[in-house]
């Protein structure tokens, strides 16, 4: 078993096909979590233990999941030490989909505090690795998950993406990286950020692995109102009839390595016959922050009930105490920016005034769409940091857009820089057209695969 | 000095659901603490809340019920406190687009009808309880965390306490007849908190408000408005300003304590809440809501009026829903409604005290009192008779005719047939009607020799004599 590049695909074909029993692909996986987690440090807590064999279209194939998703008997921590020792009474709907499919659950895997941060150096419990190299940053806030599947760890991982938590770590470690239409996969047991911007996400080897655990993942669920059907059935569309927006502006504070492979890919596409026009989304500095005044006023909200009674209770301190003792620093701080705008005084001039800038670019989002099938940028402008080097950084540039506006986004590798990082290309399509982006990523990673890109 | 009182209520209303308003756990009262919780209703980590639809038509109802405009878009927010028995931190409630706005309620008290503003109705989830134990230990009973409620706020316009007590009071009814709560007072089913502010009487200006909480009965309501006029008074008089604070009502004590002042007013930080997409309300959701909402009791005070009931009839009918309900079977079918009405208000409600069964539990029948009354007012039927039949159908159900002959039971033919003749003779009048044809004459003959035998006669043998001996005339 060849752990570095084995996929979802290949794994449900063999077992279906009797070539491995599951169990003994449980065996392996879980030898090789014990021999290679202590280099990486991906999981928080391994799920191993004896199941019947089970079945289904992903009858199992080992994947993960981010600890701020709920399953039931087993400890949700959120990398936060205000949920150390929480043991969550109830599955979240991503696990009893994949469960109900035959996956295998490799166990929950590290992130930055309540998913907040993006280069995966803010886990108040340890620091993941990158396995592409681990003198740099694996990505956040979904930093175990992408780490999990690029150690041969599992082959798939599921997070969640709140402004690109989960896009940046699989670009970071070389991966694709899935956002879905936000409602398209039900957020129940998602242990909640920013709720009108929370979407679980999915990191995997390639496209065609995020459109089969799409297929599993997608749907309707009662158990969360702001969830509905999003078509996830065959999309063929060709390179050469696409049409897809793309912006020099979009390029101007990029590293020129970077530059240099975005470009390829746009000019790869047009030499495939897809049409381009010169639009972008990106680097609005007002949407930008109204994105950040709602995330952070949601959280303020979200995270009102860890008041010490229920959880974080054994310090025995009193509300403020605790929180102030359990929550760390980049949590504290969004929370008190929260509490800023959300304050009576406040509320119209900055909540209000951000919901309004969300609307408005809701519109210029679909208008854009009306136009063309997708979005290619960057999806981070610089090269994947190093520990010492990322303060300075602002990683979510390009991904913020798609959380804002609820559409859906993905990260594809599209090559390397001189240091042999990978670099990343974001596609992002209009709401709902989340098979139609699917099926341009995987044709385009075949292209640049073709070409010898990657 | 002269004050007038401006007085405004906040009512909250527990919703007669089957579940609570954000996950299937059971809406019920009492039982084992933390018997009724789930992982969304105790606000645990990643659950999301989905709305109860039948809690969303009640609320509905009641907006309806109170004469609301609807916003067609109405959304839930969040509001934002700390408090252990809010598991969320939050409570998820309505501020900008609440179900219902701009109603109107009419009441009747002192014998008038009145008529208040309705600011809002909203539908919003109720908090836990916590309970202190004899160990000096506080814990906290989650059952009724996420139970649906209403808050119905009403405009400043209510002006002593005696009108606080008879509003609360018809704004219970309404809500029980229209089903949307159970009111039960005891269980805390409906409470409300009162805002108190007066000015000089004929002024406009107002002084800052007071608002009371706390408060779980009508008459403690109406001591907390009376208690509050009169401290409110002693600073006015004595030429102080009275501040605009929250005081929590003890009413053990009969008194009342701060709790904050506006300089310490807790900032909710209202925000729209995510999770829950805006309700929009259409045509359909309305008609299913309000369909059959029944009249309002001022109208229904018109009605009984026009039939003739007494003033102290119809309040205490109005005042019990199932008697009123029961009373209407008989309005409809009864000539002698007034009798009627006595009747329930008097010897039924007496007879059910005594037996402790309610209305629907006994056996009686609207037709049952139709009958009786009738017989009352033919004078065949004496008072005290009356209540003896009353208290054998309560029991045992059956007709009017075979109580009232068990009763009387005069079984010997020849007595009736001699009565029969010289009631016969007696109504040549009555005799003729019956030759040509109209059949109430017999009901008229039927009453006077009825009336002869002081009622002890078993009807349908009266009768059958009776028609006999008609028949023998020709
Ligand atoms: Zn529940």
């Known amino acids: 078993m060849n752990f570095d590049t084995m996929t979802v695909g290949q794994i449900a074909r063999m077992v279906s096909e009797k070539k491995i029993s599951s169990g003994e692909v449980s065996k392996m996986y879980f030898e090789r979590i014990r021999k290679e987690d202590k280099n990486f440090r991906s999981y928080i807590t391994v799920c191993e233990e004896e199941k019947g064999e089970p079945s289904g279209r992903l009858a199992g194939v080992p994947i993960s999941i981010k600890d701020n998703i709920c399953m039931k008997g087993t400890l949700t921590t959120c990398a936060s030490r205000m949920l150390e020792g929480y043991v969550s009474p109830y599955n979240a709907h991503v696990v009893d989909r994949l469960s109900s499919e035959g996956a295998l659950i490799t166990g929950k895997t590290n992130l930055d505090e309540f998913a907040m941060g993006s280069f995966g150096d803010n886990s108040a419990l340890f620091q993941t690795k990158n396995p592409v190299n681990v003198n740099y940053l694996p990505g956040g806030s979904s930093s175990g998950a992408a780490a999990s599947v690029a150690g041969g760890m599992c082959v798939a991982a599921i997070g969640s993406d709140t402004g690109g938590s989960v896009r940046i770590p699989a670009a970071f470690c070389g991966l694709c990286g899935f956002k879905p239409t936000y409602g398209a996969i039900s957020r129940f047991g998602l242990i909640a950020y920013a709720s009108s911007l929370d979407t679980i996400g999915i990191v995997t080897r390639n496209a065609t692995d995020a459109k089969l655990l799409s297929s599993v993942l997608f749907g309707k669920d009662e158990r969360d109102m702001t969830s509905y059907d999003v078509n996830i059935g065959e999309c063929e569309i060709a390179l050469g009839d696409i049409r897809f927006a793309f912006s020099d502006k979009d390029l101007e504070d990029a590293e020129t390595e970077i530059a240099e492979v975005i470009c390829r890919v746009r000019d790869l596409l047009l030499r495939a016959g897809a049409s381009c026009v010169d639009k972008t989304l990106f680097g609005n500095a007002k949407s930008d922050n109204a994105y950040r005044v709602l995330a952070c006023a949601e959280a303020t909200s979200n995270l009102a009930r860890y008041d010490g009674i229920r959880y974080g209770g054994k310090s025995g301190l009193d509300v403020l105490r605790t929180r102030e003792e359990l929550f760390g620093e980049e949590v504290k701080r969004r929370i008190e920016y929260g509490n800023f705008v959300l304050a009576k005084e406040n509320f119209e001039k900055y909540f209000k005034a951000a919901a309004d800038e969300r609307t408005r670019v809701i519109k210029e989002t679909e208008m854009l769409f009306e136009d063309v099938d997708v979005i290619i940028s960057p999806l981070c402008d610089f090269s994947v940091p190093t520990y010492s080097n990322a303060s300075s950084c602002r990683a979510d540039r390009f991904t913020v857009a798609a959380n804002f506006a609820g559409n859906p986004a993905i990260s594809i590798t599209a090559g390397r820089d001189k240091n042999n990082m990978p670099v990343s290309v974001q596609l992002m399509s209009a709401r709902g057209c989340d098979a139609k982006l699917l099926s341009i990523a995987e044709k385009l990673e075949q292209l640049l695969l073709k070409e010898g890109a990657v | ?474």
């Open chain 2, 1 to 474: 000095m002269n004050y007038e009182a401006i007085i405004g209520l906040e009512i909250h209303a527990e919703l007669k659901t089957r579940t609570k308003l954000f996950c299937s756990c059971k809406n019920e009262f009492g039982g084992e603490p933390n018997s009724r919780i789930c992982p969304v209703c105790t606000g645990q980590p990643g659950t999301l809340p989905y709305v109860n639809g039948e809690a969303v038509r009640l609320a509905l109802r009641a907006c309806l019920a109170f004469g609301c405009e609807i916003n067609r878009t109405s959304k839930q927010c969040r509001k934002h406190y700390f408090y252990p028995d809010l598991p969320k931190g939050y409570q998820i409630s309505q501020r900008e687009t609440p179900l219902g706005i701009s109603g109107c309620f009419e009441f009747i008290s002192d014998g008038q009808v009145k008529c208040v503003g309705i600011e809002q109705i909203h539908l919003e989830e109720d908090a836990g309880k916590l309970v202190h134990r004899s160990d000096g230990k506080t814990a906290i009973d989650y059952n009724r965390a996420g139970v649906p409620l209403i808050e119905i706020v009403t405009s400043p316009e209510l002006h002593s306490a005696q009108e606080v007590r008879d509003f609360l009071e018809s704004v219970r009814l309404r809500l029980l007849r229209t089903g949307v709560s159970d009111c039960r007072m005891e269980q805390g089913s409906l409470r409300c908190d009162v805002n108190v502010s007066l000015r000089r009487a004929g002024e406009a200006v107002l002084n800052d408000r007071v608002e009371m909480k706390n408060i779980n009965t009508f008459s403690g309501a109406a001591r907390a408005v009376e208690h509050e006029i009169e401290r409110q008074c002693k600073i006015l008089d004595s030429g102080e300003a009275v501040l605009a604070e929250t005081r929590k009502w003890d009413d053990e004590k009969r008194e009342s304590r701060l709790m904050r002042t506006k300089e310490t007013a807790v900032d909710y930080k209202f925000m729209p809440e995510p999770d829950i997409p805006a309700y929009v309300i259409d045509e359909k959701a309305l008609t299913e809501a309000g369909y059959d909402i029944p009249e309002s009791d001022v109208h229904r005070n018109i009605r009984y009026e026009k039939a003739g009931i007494s003033r102290n009839d119809r309040e205490r009918l109005i005042a019990d829903v199932d008697m009123s309900d029961f009373f209407d079977g008989c309005i409809s079918s009864s000539q002698n409604a007034s009798e009627c009405a006595k009747l329930i208000v008097g010897d039924v409600a007496s007879l059910l005290t005594r037996e402790n069964v309610t209305l629907s539990q006994s056996r009686l029948t609207p037709g049952m009192i139709v009958e009786i009354a009738d017989l009352i007012v033919s004078g065949s039927l004496g008072r005290g008779n009356a209540k003896v039949i009353l208290s054998k159908l309560l029991k045992n159900g059956g007709s009017v005719a075979n109580a009232a002959a068990e009763l009387m039971s005069i079984d010997d033919d020849a007595v009736i047939e001699e009565t029969v003749k010289v009631i016969i003779a007696d109504n040549p009048k009555a005799v003729a009607d019956y030759k040509k044809g109209k059949e109430n004459a017999v009901t008229y003959l039927t009453g006077q020799c009825m009336r002869s035998l002081r009622g002890r006669a078993n009807a349908e043998r009266l009768k059958t004599i009776l028609l006999n001996e008609l028949k023998g005339e020709n």
